[in-house]
């Protein structure tokens, strides 16, 4: 495996490992307020927030590792009913076009987490710098831009259609995660 094989698979764990601890934490932490709250009559300030950190990052993590996989949502009606000429052309504008986007959202978060950092801005109960929590917001959109224009790439220079780098039009997204 090469040195890009191994920073697909270190991002691949980081992007798994990110959404499965961040979801665990929103859990605990939400079942925990939800004890204190009935038992102690006591809510736990931070919850709310922490909440919030975890929903950041799973939803642009997350978006990344949709996208490595192929199971985000897709609108294939008009797609399905067409020729394997027109869907290569569509998927390959569809990617480059969702590449695209998401580096310009990529490019306008970075700035809006500059801006965050410059400013000092903290969280209200826990005193946690935002730029931390902001930053996950252009990491995960850089991070599905790189996925899309890998599928795009692909579908440049490969026969099959690749609806993401690791899964083809037409296999079940389910055969991609056996083993």
């Known amino acids: 495996m090469g040195i890009?094989?191994?920073?697909?698979?270190?991002?691949?764990?980081?992007?798994?490992?990110?959404?499965?601890?961040s979801i665990l934490v929103m859990a605990l932490v939400s079942i925990c307020n939800v004890i204190s709250r009935n038992l102690f009559q006591f809510s736990l300030t931070y919850a709310e927030e922490v909440s919030q950190f975890t929903i950041i990052w799973v939803t642009f993590i997350g978006t990344s590792y949709a996208a490595r996989k192929g199971v985000h949502i897709r609108m294939s009606a008009i797609y399905d009913v067409l020729g394997q000429r027109t869907k290569k052309i569509m998927m390959l504008i569809m990617t480059a076009g969702t590449s695209f986007l998401m580096f310009v959202l990529?490019?306008?978060s970075y700035r809006y987490t500059t801006r965050i950092?410059?400013?000092?801005s903290m969280s209200p109960a826990l005193r946690f710098p935002?730029?931390?929590?902001?930053?996950?917001?252009?990491?995960?959109?850089?991070?599905?831009?790189?996925?899309?224009?890998?599928?795009?790439?692909?579908?440049?220079?490969?026969?099959?259609?690749?609806?993401?780098?690791?899964?083809?039009?037409?296999?079940?997204?389910?055969?991609?995660f056996m083993v």
């Open 117 to 120: 950092f410059v400013s000092g």
């Open 4 to 21: 890009l094989g191994r920073i697909d698979r270190f991002c691949e764990v980081f992007e798994r490992t990110v959404v499965s601890y």
């Open 106 to 108: 990529c490019y306008y």
């Open 130 to 176: 935002m730029y931390l929590v902001i930053m996950w917001v252009p990491l995960g959109l850089g991070m599905t831009g790189v996925q899309y224009g890998i599928a795009f790439l692909k579908n440049l220079t490969r026969p099959e259609i690749f609806v993401s780098p690791s899964l083809i039009d037409g296999q079940e997204e389910t055969d991609q």
